[in-house]
């Protein structure tokens, strides 16, 4: 196995220890830091080149949202990796009960293509800030952010801990035949599965950020152009290429009706009349994702754009109307600027429609009418919920971020990626003395010793009768 | 297992009923939506963690606790809303029996079900889809588990095993070190995930430490083992012959006396056991307690750190800075200094393994944690559509900046 070696070496610096203290991972995070500053430009450029991410779009999502989480952690490592105190029993008081957060060893960091930078940094962020090593195998599909990654990082990280491993699916199986101590992946569901049958081998935790159909319900009762234009914004940022986009909208006929020169409306204010020249578009990370996405531009009926230009790999900002459930648009994650629109007949159809399908990363609802969103959030299962808005909960860091079913396992953001990448570990520390205490545990077993050993671990229930 | 009374009621149901009543205690708190820190965007929104059922679980036991390893994930399960499916262990076929009976008649059939069988069923109901799966056993089938589970994205907690060491450093109370390790060891006839393996200390005081297991197993069982009510047996013929063999070899300086008919096996103390005996290659699971010595603090951390995570680690020591050291040189599930077992008590720290010992953990809080989805939920209004405003294309770097 290629990658022997350099997981050998990493677990050796893993055991030297040097990972461990707080000024060793403060310095590691400040490096970082100092990578989102001096490559800046690099990355958008690098990101224009990949997918023609803007530039708008590249400083949000890559650099001033990773520089969020980096701060967030330097300003809370040192409260996070303190022993967490507990309650304690009667039997335990002169005894210290804590919760100790333990690095698991040497972690593995697989990222996917459409945020290249954000979906490995941000990950790794809570490894070193746990105490971890860790390798880094960004997506191939992104090759000049890949390229980027390869060459700089390792001038700023230590390489004794954390290495960039490059290449395809043939290395990335290579590299899961390794024992990893934590797998941490975001990609899409079928590898998400083939990454926890490797890890499985090791008895390796792993967590799994995927995908799935995002669901946009719209009520009936809505300002209609506030609607269109958070939707457009989620739908079209990154060219569609968002795993919590809104996948597809569900709203009754009249609201299809009224919301189409509403998003024509939004569209045209964000890109102008040709999208195709707005610096503020994307384009298709490659030619089989444009091809992919072409063929679903055959579902329901074209209502706003529906351009496309291969040599580009452009697509235009689609609506498509009227669309059926049995569509080939409906049959997969979209990933791409077309938004399929479904006409249910009520909110209880929608909600139906829904739970009828696995469970997505997220769901939306829009109304007004704070019932109607509420009975959305209580009445459906996703990784998280977001109400009259798109998107915007990624923005907090103090929300937890993962999916649920076929959408992920484990969670992330903030204080989350910290303890993802720590192991908690109960601890007990005993007293020597006292030892009479003890007696009632020790056989010969009596029911008087029973008695005794159920009045001091006993919890009474409230409300139950007591003599004290 | 022939669990005595006292003994079952204590270490079965005792912890039952208080795990029972603490969820029924909890729950509201446990359940209610937590609000968390909104940043200028989300200041006028409503964010929170909702806590929601997964949906329906499955719960595989173990036959060395076969009551409490079911009933545990069972009241965790329950208090997080989901619907259950409960896999007791064939192995402890009687307790099997008896939770396939009684469940039923408590609990809502069409939403709790019990059901029984060996490797063939579980193969088979390992290939339904369940939204998580909490599994307790050896480590080879906790790989078998998370395979399965892989195949529908299934979260898993697997609570496996491994040696848990047990470091007796020279500045120690030896007497007292001694009773409350021979405690943690023999119970259940060291049948228990978290007994301590194996013993780890200096060879000068090897013989003392002998000397005073030997003395507490009077205490406890009496001059005859064997006719004791409180010392168990072996689950079955099986893992008889197993333990038997790990002590080929060995130098058996207490103990040793087994009883095929009635699955029995004294308790029994080896001495100056070398690291690459068969011994020390497996969890024992049974009355066997090896001493491997070791020079020094170091030469022990050395000597766990080059085996697989354990479930549990001890150290007993006077001294304060060695156990700080031990603990944070080391990584275990979880540990207890200065006695054994008893952090497993504790309803507030979190149970589990890690590496080849587990993965995730359960107990009180930990349970509802387990079996419950985090849903991160974010409530906006759909006026005020100027501060959106900033977000919107066309961009330019002059909004990024505010």
């Not at chain 1, 971890?132 to 195998?137: D, F, M, P, T, Y």
């Not at chain 2, 040793?256 to 008919?261: F, H, I, M, Q, V």
């Not at chain 2, 699955?263 to 005996?277: H, K, N, Q, W």
Request: hydrophobic letters at 40%; charged letters at 20%.
């Amino acid at each position: 196995n290629p990658y022997v070696g350099l997981v050998s070496h990493l677990r050796a610096s893993w055991l030297s220890g040097k990972t461990r203290p707080l000024e060793y991972r403060v310095a590691q995070l400040e490096a970082l830091g100092r990578f989102l500053d001096d490559k800046k430009e690099e990355i958008l450029e690098a990101t224009e080149l990949d997918m023609g991410k803007p530039s708008f779009e590249a400083f949000f999502s890559e650099i001033l949202l990773c520089k969020n989480e980096l701060n967030v952690t330097l300003n809370n490592l040192s409260n996070w990796m303190k022993d967490e105190h507990v309650d304690k029993n009667l039997v335990m008081q002169l005894d210290s009960v804590f919760i100790r957060k333990d690095p698991y060893g040497v972690v593995l960091i697989i990222a996917p293509w459409n945020y290249p930078i954000h979906l490995f940094l941000v990950p790794l962020i809570g490894a070193i800030a746990a105490g971890n090593c860790a390798i880094i195998k960004p997506s191939e599909i992104s090759k000049n952010t890949e390229r980027l990654v390869a060459e700089t990082l390792s001038c700023y990280l230590d390489n004794d801990c954390f290495a960039v491993v490059t290449g395809g699916v043939p290395e990335t199986t290579r590299l899961l035949e390794n024992k990893f101590d934590y797998i941490f992946f975001t990609g899409t569901s079928p590898v998400g599965r083939i990454v926890m049958t490797a890890a499985a081998k090791h008895l390796t935790p792993v967590t799994l950020e995927l995908g799935g159909k995002n669901p946009c319900y719209v009520s009936d009762t809505c300002n209609v152009t506030n609607v269109a234009r958070r939707v457009a914004w989620g739908r079209f940022f990154n060219a569609g290429q968002t795993c919590i986009a809104p996948d597809y909208l569900l709203c009754t006929i009249e609201m299809q009706e009224k919301l189409m020169p509403a998003l024509r409306e939004a569209i045209t204010e964000f890109f102008g009349h040709n999208p195709r020249e707005s610096p503020d578009f994307g384009r298709i990370v490659s030619d089989k994702q444009f091809q992919r996405l072409r063929v679903l531009l055959g579902s329901g009926r074209v209502a706003i754009g529906g351009q496309t230009d291969e040599a580009e790999r452009y697509i235009a900002p689609t609506v498509l109307a009227d669309v059926l459930p049995s569509d080939p648009i409906m049959q997969e994650e979209v990933f791409g600027p077309i938004l399929p629109i479904v006409v249910i007949a009520n909110m209880e159809e929608a909600i139906d429609f829904i739970n009828a399908r696995p469970q997505p990363l997220a769901v939306y609802a829009f109304s007004c009418d704070s019932k109607i969103v509420n009975q959305v959030l209580e009445r459906t299962s996703s990784g998280a919920f977001c109400g009259n808005d798109t998107l915007m909960h990624v923005t907090l860091t103090s929300l937890p971020f993962g999916g649920i079913g076929n959408s992920g396992l484990g969670k992330y953001h903030g204080k989350f990626t910290f303890d993802t990448f720590s192991h908690h570990r109960g601890c007990l520390h005993r007293n020597m003395g006292l030892e009479t205490l003890n007696a009632p545990r020790y056989p010969p077993y009596t029911q008087q010793k029973l008695g005794l050993l159920t009045t001091t671990f006993e919890v009474k229930r409230r409300g139950t009768c007591t003599l004290l | 297992l022939l669990q005595s009374g006292p003994n079952a009621y204590s270490h079965e149901v005792l912890g039952v009923l208080r795990e029972l009543i603490l969820a029924m205690e909890k729950l509201p708190s446990w359940a209610a939506p937590q609000p968390v820190k909104k940043n200028l965007l989300t200041v006028r929104d409503e964010a929170y963690i909702g806590y929601e059922p997964l949906g329906v679980v499955l719960v595989i036991g173990a036959w060395n606790y076969p009551f409490v390893l079911v009933m545990q994930p069972l009241i965790g399960a329950i208090a997080a809303g989901n619907a259950v499916v409960v896999k007791p262990s064939e192995v402890s076929e009687n307790t099997a029996r008896l939770v396939a009976e009684l469940l039923p008649q408590y609990l809502d059939k069409d939403l709790y079900a019990v059901v029984t069988g060996g490797v063939p069923e579980t193969t088979e109901l390992l290939t339904q889809r369940f939204d998580h799966i909490l599994y307790t056993g050896n480590t080879a089938v906790g790989r078998i588990v998370m395979a399965a589970a892989a195949k529908h994205l299934t979260p898993v907690t697997l609570e496996l095993g491994g040696k848990s060491p047990c470091y007796i450093d020279k500045d120690c109370d030896l007497a007292v070190a001694c009773r409350r390790i021979t405690w943690g060891k023999y119970m259940n006839c060291g049948q228990t995930c978290i007994a301590p393996d194996y013993i780890l200390c200096d060879p000068s005081i090897q013989s003392k430490v002998v000397e005073n297991i030997k003395a507490t197993l009077k205490e406890f069982y009496g001059e005859d083992v064997k006719s004791s009510p409180d010392y168990e047996r072996i689950v079955n013929q099986r893992h008889f012959k197993r333990i038997l063999g790990l002590l080929e070899g060995q130098k058996i300086a207490h103990g040793g006396e087994t009883d095929e008919a009635s699955c029995f096996i004294a308790p029994t103390i080896l001495t100056d056991v070398s690291p690459e005996s068969k011994v020390m290659e497996e969890e024992i699971f049974g009355p066997v307690l090896p001493i491997v010595t070791v020079k020094s603090v170091e030469e022990a951390i050395e000597f766990i750190n080059l085996r697989e995570k354990p479930l549990a680690l001890y150290v007993f020591s006077n001294n304060k800075q060695l156990i700080r050291r031990v603990i944070a040189e080391t990584s275990s599930g979880g540990m207890t200094a200065n006695d054994v077992i008893m952090h497993s008590v504790v309803p507030d720290l979190p149970f589990g393994g890690v590496g080849h010992s587990g993965m995730g953990a359960y107990h009180g809080r930990y349970s509802f944690e387990t079996f419950s989805h985090r849903r991160a939920c974010l409530v906006k209004d759909l006026r005020w559509e100027v501060v959106n405003r900033l977000r919107y294309p066309p961009g330019s770097m002059e909004t990024v900046r505010l």
